[in-house]
Each structure stands twice: as structure tokens, then as C-alpha cells.
């Protein structure tokens, strides 16, 4: 069994929380107080000196430098899960789809509200980006880190630039 270790990392948009296992694969990036965030018991101890390589790639993408995430990811989840959250790597940067779009994309076109679901128990804030997701309408929904977190990432794909940080 797997264990795990944590670090908290200040972003412009809040303190996120970076958990490694004991082979340092990314578990997740957790924003302080989002839904879905697992006991303290399950992330571990707390750890500065882990997820370097994390900080250093989130680093870049808040700079406007990185487009892609380059980070071993340590899956736990149910299959549509880990469907889904392979499907939300497919997105391109600056770009958006919906929740019904994505689960047509994966094979199950009558899955949307199950790709939600699954969306919110995504694990890898920002560097598996369900932030990517709109409603059907285009307008923004669901999202654990909240919807102002949700807006500022898509404002920074979109222009390509930092923005000004949130008040957190």
C-alpha cells in the first residue's frame, strides 16, 4: 500500500495542497477548502521538500510559459473515472468542451451527468484540466475549486498571460 506525503503551495489563486506516494507520483493538487478533499489522515505528512518538479510545472503554467503538464500521475479510482480524467487530458489549452461533448468523446454519449460527477472527484486540479469543462450552454458550472478559481484559469488560457490575483 501506498503512502502518502504533502506539501501546501501558495498560487495566485489560493493555497493549493500537492500529495506525492512514496514513489513520488503526483496523487493530487487540491485547492484549500474545494470539495472533495480527501481526510488529512489520507494525505499524509506534511513535507516542503516533495513535489519540486509539481511547483516548478504549476509555477510555469501561472507564468504563461507551460501549456502541457509533464508529471507521473499516481491514478486511484473507479475505471469511468480514470476514462474521464484521460478524456479531460484531451483538451487542448484555451480550449473549452461540455460535460455531454466529453462523454461522447469517450465512448459513453449518455454519460454527462456521470462525467460531472466524475469530473469533481478529479484529483489533479489544474494539471488534469476539468476546468476545461462548460455547460451545455457555454456557461461556467461545477467546479470543486469554485467557480472564480474556474474563470481565472480560463482567462489565463485564453490570453496566454498571468492575471491578477484573486483576493483569497
Known sequence: MNTFRHRRWDSPIGTY?????DEGR???????????LPPEAVLGERDDSVAE???EQLRDYFAGTRRDFD?????????????????LR???Y?????????ARRIGR???????????????????????????GNGS????????????FLLSLESRGQVQPALDT
Open 17 to 21: 495542497l500537492l500529495v506525492v506516494d
Open 26 to 36: 503526483l496523487a493530487g493538487v487540491y485547492r484549500d477548502g474545494q470539495r472533495h
Open 53 to 55: 518538479e509539481v511547483v
Open 71 to 87: 508529471l507521473e500521475l499516481a491514478p486511484r479510482g473507479t475505471d469511468f473515472q480514470r476514462e474521464v480524467w484521460a478524456g
Open 90 to 92: 484531451e483538451i487542448g
Open 94 to 102: 484555451g480550449e473549452t468542451t461540455t460535460y455531454g461533448e466529453l
Open 109 to 135: 454519449p449518455r454519460a454527462s451527468r456521470a462525467v460531472g460527477a466524475a469530473t469533481g472527484r478529479n484529483p489533479w486540479s489544474i494539471v488534469v484540466p476539468c476546468h476545461r469543462l462548460v455547460g
Open 140 to 151: 461556467l458550472t461545477g467546479y470543486a475549486g469554485g467557480l472564480e478559481a474556474k474563470e
